[in-house]
């Protein structure tokens, strides 16, 4: 069963509660909250309020994508607005199996992001103990950027690598995927996709119902 993750990030954000509703009743699996603190990317997006707000609107599984520098110092506070998932970058913390420890604690599932010029050696000890790997497939920060092609291989990668040790992980990937690219991303392994302006671009309803039928298909 693979899985849509609109990215409310390409949403307007004076009606984040009617987007939300929108891509729930179109088939929306998770709803992916990307968290920018314009220290670890160069942008700022949004915070716990406005999680908190939102929870309000939706009972699907709130995904949030944590690209702040040292996530360790919101994770309570992320779970207490609402998150179901929590990913933090491998790149953003210094002790990345406590960070997952904690997440996992706390009763969230627990998500590691790979920029694209990571590589997959930094999750290869703590892949036994994670819910996903999310492999990034733009350089975060920004949503509407163009897919990094050489990042198939490295979903192909991670693919058997899970596969090799018997493993459920979800791979999930992230920017630049629209409906012209999605079948690759599928065909490389990948299973939770995420997406934000392929869906927020025009009509979101009948953008997510497109998705979904590549996606079950
Ligand atoms: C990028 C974010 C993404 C972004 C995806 O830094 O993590 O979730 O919103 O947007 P698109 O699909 O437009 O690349
Ligand atoms: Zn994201």
Do not use: W
Not at 141 to 162: A, P, W
Request: proline content about 3%.
């Amino acid at each position: 069963m693979n899985i849509l993750a609109p990215s409310i990030l390409s949403a307007d954000f004076a009606n984040l509660g009617d987007a939300v509703r929108t891509i729930d009743m179109a088939g929306a699996g998770y709803i992916h909250i990307d968290v920018m603190d314009g220290i670890f990317v160069p942008s700022i997006s949004f915070g716990m309020p406005v999680i908190k707000s939102l929870r309000k609107c939706t009972d699907k599984i709130f995904d949030v994508h944590l690209m702040i520098t040292d996530p360790d110092r919101y994770l309570a506070d992320f779970k207490e607005a609402g998150a179901d998932i929590i990913t933090v970058h491998a790149e953003a913390t210094s002790h990345l199996d406590r960070t997952i420890s904690a997440i996992q604690e706390m009763g969230c599932k627990a998500a590691v992001s790979v920029n694209p010029a990571t590589s997959l050696s930094s999750i290869e000890y703590v892949l036994d103990k994670l819910d996903t790997v999310l492999v990034m497939t733009v350089n975060p920060g920004f949503g509407g950027q163009k897919y990094i092609d050489y990042c198939t291989g490295k979903i192909k990668d991670l693919r058997h690598m899970i596969d090799r040790r018997g493993l459920k992980t979800d791979i999930q990937v992230d920017g630049g995927i629209t409906l012209d690219n999605v079948q690759t991303v599928l065909d490389a392994g990948a299973n939770i996709i995420v997406s934000g302006s392929a869906v927020f671009k025009g009509d979101a309803d009948k953008n997510v119902k497109e998705f979904m039928k590549l996606l079950n298909k």
